[in-house]
């Protein structure tokens, strides 16, 4: 009897180690952290990579996360982040989560910089990580939705892809998300504080001193008829960025031929949740499905 026991206790222990074993594999097969993708000024910049479950190349919808002092590895845990990033992995695509330089840690354009590169270096190493190199998204929350709008209007010509050395790989996406984003600084429609704190310091100049400052960190200003389909959301209710933000971006790729839909929802904070953070995921798969699954 005492053997019997024993011998259960083994298989039973065997067994538990087989199963984390199994866990661990599936979720190194399905997530890699701490990617370097550049090091501007010797500084190391990491992104992550979260997979759909059947691997294969896939396409790859990149992540910035919202302005925040811990936008570190771990906030992409945050449950509105991480919403997102299962929504999509779910639906069948490679999520690169970047970590950009903020922007009380930097100047302009240092952040769009950092996202160019982070394109740049996923599709160097597209077929190391199983992604497709000519299908690549970007979703951005906040002011990570400017970053995600700066990379979709701009281009080589424009003077911001950064350290990019000898890299032959184009740092252009082929859709382009936003949620609550701060995309329009052409005209003045924030307050004193807002100046203050957040743009002066990474413009290096108050608005009235500098205004074409503000207006080449707009994404706006560069858009092209060849930029990719723009989906933007926006809360008429937010108080952080104005709404009229949005609608000026918007009208501005209109005018340029750009196709583009904006979202707007009455009664929701700065950063979307519950069932309108629902329709919004739901929405912003639809259109990544459009153009970056054009044959399925």
């Known amino acids: 009897m005492t053997r019997y026991v024993a011998r259960c206790s083994v298989y039973m222990l065997v067994s538990i180690l ?7 594999r599936y979720l190194s097969a399905n997530e890699l952290t701490g990617l370097i993708y550049a090091t501007p000024g010797g500084v190391p910049l990491t992104l992550d990579i ?3 479950v059947d691997r294969r190349p896939w396409p790859a919808v990149i992540l910035f996360g919202p302005h925040d002092g811990e ?3 771990q906030l992409k845990h945050d449950y509105r982040c991480r919403k997102l990033l299962d929504a999509l992995t779910g639906h069948g695509y490679a999520v690169a989560t970047v970590h950009y330089r903020l922007l009380g840690q930097c100047h302009f354009p240092a952040p769009i910089e950092d996202g160019k590169a982070a ?3 996923l599709r160097a190493n597209a077929q190391r990580y199983g992604l497709n190199a000519d299908r690549i998204g970007v979703v951005g929350v906040s002011a990570g939705g400017y970053g995600a709008c700066l990379l979709g209007t701009t281009g080589p010509e424009d003077g911001l892809e950064g350290e990019k050395g000898e890299s032959p790989y184009s740092s252009r996406v082929q859709a382009v998300v936003a949620m609550g984003a701060p995309v329009d600084w052409t005209a003045r429609s924030w307050s004193d504080l807002t100046e203050q704190i957040y743009l002066q ?3 290096g100049a108050f608005y009235t001193a500098d205004p074409e400052r503000y207006a080449r960190a707009s994404p706006g200003t560069y858009a092209t008829p060849d930029d990719p389909p723009f989906l933007l959301f926006h809360s ?3 108080r952080v960025v104005s709404v009229e933000q949005a609608r000026t971006f918007a009208a501005k790729l209109r005018l340029a031929k750009v196709p583009v839909e904006l979202d707007e929802e009455c009664g929701v904070d700065h950063i979307w949740t519950g069932a309108k953070l629902e329709r919004a995921l739901a929405r912003m798969l639809k259109f990544f499905d459009c153009y970056l699954k054009p044959s399925e």
């Not at 087989?18 to 661990?24: H, R, V």
């Open 18 to 24: 087989l199963i984390g074993l199994a866990t661990w």
């Open 50 to 52: 979260d997979y759909p």
């Open 71 to 73: 936008w570190k590895p």
């Open 119 to 121: 394109v740049r270096w």
């Open 201 to 203: 310091p990474f413009l």
């Open 236 to 238: 008429t209710d937010d």
